[in-house]
């Protein structure tokens, strides 16, 4: 195996890996900052190493038997008790006789340490920007310079990001734990907030050329099966997985070949991705089964349900998603949720219907700045035959959105209305 091909293969072992190594390392230094340096350290050393030895039978061990060395040089230079410098120093040497067996070694504790990491990176102390960037890096296993190209911001400004959110932790000193009781809940909201976010990004980018952006939905997706594997009884969690399973699975139908975008009613749904629905169907009746009132994610998980059950858009039970979308406004009330309600309605009822609801969300102020208003509006307008104002609505969404791809689709929709 050539440099090149060494240097590709330790790049998908160190994103598979990393989160284990990081985790594992902030157990033994308490520092999630450090913990990441020195994991960094020890990738590092790989790529040096690795291109001439070879890569190891079982390289996550290898990475952790590396970075841990590390640890303990971090320890012996700081101010930790002698004791604990012994009971690691005794704990290596035990293990450096069986390296490949280290990683099996620390299974009592990596699905733990994991747990930590994640309620870590997700810790309500940063900001929602931090959360992400923290989440990408340290559970993602991916570069700066991929995450700022990601969400379109410099490396620099995603690099001071990262910094500051591991600094923000170090300061507060939060505790390397999975929090208990009313605490956890809310910080699992946390953290399902965050893998949303980040697989919303990559199935409807905000901005740039590109309708999605797949990476980002990817991991999303890994982020999120690795999580229901760590905290299986929680329903919320196989319900977030279910509701991006069976979205993602159009991914192939939403872009044609020059990457524009096709709408849900306009795409082939041969090109549904028939594995990723079977699976999110799964995940939808695994929350289901647990029981207890159904939190948003699995109510949305229950409406793309809707749409992957129908063979075609006119199959579609709009009358259950209308249902769905009202116990969904009743949980969490929002005009965003009203707005789909709309949508829904009109199908289910005709665009009069559901342009009577839009009506009553025009003047929200949450809804100022938010294209899908008027580009809602648009629709029901010229499927009603007022072509007039529906062009000047979807002129009015195409300026508001910062994707160029939906901006062009709307700016067509606009010349339509003749």
Same mark, same amino acid.
């Given at each position: 195996?050539?440099?090149?091909?060494?240097?590709?293969?330790?790049?998908? *072992? +160190?994103?598979?890996?990393?989160?284990? *190594?990081?985790?594992?390392?902030?157990?033994?230094?308490? /520092?999630?900052?450090?913990? #990441?340096?020195?994991?960094? &350290?020890?990738?590092?050393?790989?790529?040096?190493?690795?291109?001439?030895?070879?890569? %190891?039978?079982? %390289?996550?061990? +290898?990475?952790?038997?590396?970075?841990?060395? $590390?640890?303990?040089?971090?320890?012996?230079?700081?101010?930790?008790?002698?004791?604990?410098?012994?009971?690691?120093?005794?704990?290596?040497?035990?293990?450096?006789?069986?390296?490949?067996?280290? =990683?099996?070694?620390? /299974?009592?504790?990596?699905?733990?340490? @994991?747990?930590?990491? *994640?309620?870590?990176?997700?810790?309500?102390?940063?900001?929602?920007?931090?959360?992400?960037?923290?989440?990408?890096?340290?559970?993602?296993?991916?570069?700066? /310079?991929?995450?700022?190209?990601?969400?379109?911001?410099?490396?620099?400004?995603?690099?001071?990001?990262? @910094?500051?959110?591991?600094?923000?932790?170090?300061?507060?000193?939060?505790?390397?734990?999975?929090?208990?009781?009313?605490?956890?809940?809310?910080?699992?909201?946390?953290?399902?907030?965050?893998?949303?976010?980040?697989?919303? !990004?990559?199935?409807?980018?905000?901005?740039? &050329?590109? +309708?999605?952006?797949?990476?980002?939905?990817?991991?999303?997706?890994?982020?999120? $099966?690795?999580?229901?594997?760590? *905290?299986?009884?929680?329903?919320?969690?196989?319900?977030?997985?279910?509701?991006? #399973?069976?979205? =993602?699975?159009?991914?192939?139908?939403?872009?044609?070949?020059?990457?524009?975008?096709?709408?849900?009613? /306009?795409? &082939?749904?041969?090109?549904?991705?028939?594995?990723?629905?079977? $699976?999110?169907?799964?995940?939808?009746?695994?929350?289901?089964?647990?029981?207890?009132?159904?939190?948003?994610?699995?109510?949305?998980?229950?409406?793309?349900?809707?749409?992957?059950?129908?063979?075609?858009?006119?199959?579609?039970?709009?009358?259950?998603?209308?249902?769905?979308?009202?116990?969904?406004?009743?949980? #969490?009330?929002?005009?965003?949720?009203?707005?789909?309600?709309?949508?829904?309605?009109?199908? =289910?009822?005709?665009?009069?219907?559901?342009?009577?609801?839009?009506?009553?969300?025009?003047?929200?102020? =949450?809804?100022?700045?938010?294209?899908?208003?008027?580009?809602?509006?648009? &629709?029901?307008?010229?499927?009603?035959?007022?072509?007039?104002?529906? $062009?000047?609505?979807?002129?009015?969404?195409?300026?508001?959105?910062?994707?160029?791809?939906?901006?062009?689709?709307?700016? !067509?929709?606009?010349?339509?209305?003749?």
């Amino acid at each position: 195996m050539g440099t090149t091909e060494t240097h590709r293969a330790i790049e998908a *072992v +160190w994103k598979i890996e990393s989160a284990r *190594v990081i985790a594992g390392l902030t157990r033994i230094v308490r /520092d999630v900052g450090v913990a #990441e340096e020195l994991a960094q &350290d020890a990738l590092v050393v790989a790529l040096e190493k690795w291109p001439e030895s070879g890569i %190891p039978d079982n %390289p996550g061990a +290898w990475l952790m038997g590396t970075a841990k060395h $590390r640890a303990i040089d971090y320890l012996r230079r700081g101010t930790l008790a002698e004791g604990k410098h012994k009971i690691l120093g005794r704990e290596m040497a035990e293990r450096e006789m069986q390296v490949p067996d280290l =990683a099996a070694a620390m /299974d009592d504790n990596i699905g733990d340490d @994991v747990l930590r990491l *994640v309620f870590i990176a997700c810790h309500p102390v940063l900001s929602m920007e931090a959360r992400v960037a923290l989440t990408l890096r340290m559970l993602g296993g991916l570069a700066t /310079d991929e995450i700022a190209r990601s969400f379109l911001v410099s490396e620099p400004t995603m690099a001071q990001r990262i @910094v500051r959110a591991k600094k923000t932790l170090s300061d507060a000193q939060v505790p390397f734990e999975v929090p208990r009781g009313a605490e956890f809940t809310a910080r699992l909201s946390s953290v399902l907030q965050v893998i949303y976010l980040i697989f919303n !990004e990559g199935y409807s980018a905000t901005a740039g &050329d590109d +309708w999605m952006r797949p990476a980002l939905l990817e991991e999303a997706l890994r982020l999120g $099966r690795v999580l229901a594997e760590l *905290v299986p009884k929680e329903a919320e969690v196989h319900g977030l997985v279910a509701l991006m #399973e069976i979205q =993602a699975s159009r991914a192939k139908a939403r872009v044609n070949e020059a990457g524009e975008p096709i709408l849900l009613l /306009d795409q &082939d749904r041969t090109r549904w991705d028939r594995l990723l629905i079977g $699976r999110g169907l799964t995940a939808l009746d695994r929350a289901e089964r647990l029981g207890g009132r159904r939190g948003s994610y699995t109510i949305q998980a229950a409406i793309t349900a809707c749409h992957a059950r129908a063979a075609t858009g006119d199959d579609t039970d709009w009358s259950r998603i209308v249902e769905l979308y009202g116990e969904l406004a009743a949980l #969490e009330p929002s005009p965003v949720v009203e707005l789909n309600r709309a949508v829904a309605m009109s199908m =289910a009822r005709g665009p009069a219907a559901g342009l009577e609801l839009v009506e009553a969300l025009k003047d929200d102020p =949450a809804l100022r700045g938010y294209h899908l208003l008027p580009s809602v509006r648009g &629709d029901l307008l010229k499927k009603l035959g007022r072509l007039s104002e529906a $062009r000047t609505e979807f002129e009015r969404a195409a300026a508001m959105t910062r994707n160029d791809r939906e901006r062009n689709l709307l700016l !067509e929709r606009a010349r339509s209305c003749v």
